[in-house]
């Protein structure tokens, strides 16, 4: 049996230097979420995604710590 789906925000960069860099800013921010490989449903070049809760508040969170440092090359709600 595998573990239940559930939906994220799963957000891609266009580098590694960038997603590391998310993750830096969120675990200052404590925006919750992880550094995860990037799913098979997503395109980008960077093999990294940071993925958190579905929750606007969460978002807003991400978009607040990130802003000014890096722009992501896309954000996604998908089931993980």
Known sequence: ??????????????????????ERLCQEAQVPGRIIPLPVEIDSECGLAWAMPPEDGVLASFNAAVEGHLVPEGIHRIML
Do not use: K, L, N, Y
């Open 1 to 22: 049996m595998g573990r239940e789906r559930v939906e994220r925000i799963v957000v891609s960069f266009a580098s590694t230097f960038d997603a590391m860099e998310a």
